[in-house]
């Protein structure tokens, strides 16, 4: 049973001449963690708005918990939880007060649905009464997660939650999705960061608009069926652009101090070699690696053109 359905949905902005995202479907199912994983200016946040009724689509249509968001955007923001990309909870209210204020907002209380984020809540209660703009990046991220959750929502969305927190925060906080997960809550999670696609049940990559794959991690990979190499040499200044300018290989982009390098099938490891050696260079290093998510999204990218 899907929670989330998008069916060809359309947003342009300044009058149609700018493109943010072009005929997007897609289902989440119910209890599902899915995350929706692209850069900046994907369309990620313009679809989150739309399906929390904030932003009326051009063309399509959605529906949440088998609602229309156009029609039925009263009691969709009942039953949905939202956490913007940005946070936006009142800084001049302190942690104690903020979450009371939403409770209020939706009819209910604190103590009515404290075991909804009780796991969440204890690691800044001992900070309850100091002002959320006085509060570190982690825990803005987890008092604006407990405001979110605090009416007991059906499904959650999170704009990239995690950008802009330390790596400890980071993980901190896909745990505690984790956790949210096994009370049958539907989440839809955004996020630019690429090795956050292993904590999603399903991911859809998203780029200028347009959704470029969707399925579950390993099928995803499973596709990229190209050769694939790790480059290094001592002249890493001149590499890249050795490997770019051979019109034989399909792609070459900077991982790390390697150049991650695909070839076409029928061409063998060899090839990258003596092709440098040729350009002079020194220290040859090539392996063959498996595909990462981020070669598989360049990959997907660049046949998008």
């Given at each position: 049973?899907?929670?989330?359905?998008?069916?060809?949905?359309?947003?342009?902005?300044?009058?149609?001449?700018?493109?943010?995202?072009?005929?997007?479907?897609?289902?989440?199912?119910?209890?599902?963690?899915?995350?929706?994983?692209?850069?900046?200016?994907?369309?990620?946040?313009?679809?989150?708005?739309?399906?929390?009724?904030?932003?009326?689509?051009?063309?399509?249509?959605?529906?949440?918990?088998?609602?229309?968001?156009?029609?039925?955007?009263?009691?969709?923001?009942?039953?949905?939880?939202?956490?913007?990309?940005?946070?936006?909870?009142?800084?001049?209210?302190?942690?104690?007060?903020?979450?009371?204020?939403?409770?209020?907002?939706?009819?209910?209380?604190?103590?009515?649905?404290?075991?909804?984020?009780?796991?969440?809540?204890?690691?800044?209660?001992?900070?309850?009464?100091?002002?959320?703009?006085?509060?570190?990046?982690?825990?803005?991220?987890?008092?604006?997660?407990?405001?979110?959750?605090?009416?007991?929502?059906?499904?959650?969305?999170?704009?990239?939650?995690?950008?802009?927190?330390?790596?400890?925060?980071?993980?901190?906080?896909?745990?505690?999705?984790?956790?949210?997960?096994?009370?049958?809550?539907?989440?839809?999670?955004s996020t630019p960061y690429m090795d956050e696609a292993s904590r999603c049940d399903r991911i859809a990559l998203i780029q200028k608009?347009?959704?470029?794959?969707?399925?579950?991690?390993?099928?995803?990979?499973?596709?990229?069926?190209?050769?694939?190499?790790?480059?290094?040499?001592?002249?890493?200044?001149?590499?890249?652009?050795?490997?770019?300018?051979?019109?034989?290989?399909?792609?070459?982009?900077?991982?790390?101090?390697?150049?991650?390098?695909?070839?076409?099938?029928?061409?063998?490891?060899?090839?990258?070699?003596?092709?440098?050696?040729?350009?002079?260079?020194?220290?040859?290093?090539?392996?063959?690696?498996?595909?990462?998510?981020?070669?598989?999204?360049?990959?997907?990218?660049?046949?998008?053109?």
């Open positions: 049973m899907s929670t989330v359905r998008v069916e060809n949905i359309k947003k342009t902005y300044e009058k149609g001449q700018v493109l943010a995202l072009d005929e997007v479907s897609f289902e989440v199912k119910s209890g599902e963690l899915f995350g929706l994983i692209g850069p900046d200016g994907a369309g990620k946040t313009s679809l989150f708005r739309i399906l929390t009724t904030l932003l009326l689509s051009d063309a399509g249509r959605a529906e949440v918990g088998g609602l229309d968001v156009v029609k039925d955007l009263w009691k969709i923001r009942q039953m949905v939880g939202y956490m913007p990309g940005k946070f936006s909870l009142y800084q001049d209210l302190s942690i104690e007060e903020n979450l009371h204020f939403f409770a209020t907002v939706f009819n209910t209380t604190v103590a009515e649905n404290y075991h909804l984020i009780e796991d969440i809540y204890v690691q800044i209660e001992p900070f309850k009464n100091r002002l959320a703009g006085k509060l570190s990046g982690g825990m803005k991220q987890k008092l604006a997660l407990c405001c979110a959750l605090i009416h007991e929502p059906k499904v959650l969305f999170l704009d990239e939650p995690t950008t802009g927190v330390d790596p400890v925060s980071r993980k901190e906080f896909w745990d505690m999705l984790d956790r949210l997960k096994t009370r049958g809550i539907t989440i839809v999670v608009g347009k959704i470029l794959e969707l399925d579950t991690l390993e099928q995803i990979l499973a596709r990229h069926t190209q050769n694939l190499y790790a480059v290094d040499t001592d002249n890493r200044y001149n590499l890249m652009n050795d490997l770019r300018q051979n019109t034989q290989i399909v792609s070459a982009f900077a991982f790390g101090e390697e150049q991650h390098v695909t070839l076409p099938s029928h061409f063998q490891e060899k090839y990258i070699s003596e092709f440098l050696n040729k350009k002079g260079h020194t220290g040859i290093k090539v392996r063959k690696i498996a595909p990462t998510i981020e070669d598989t999204f360049i990959k997907l990218m660049l046949e998008n053109q």
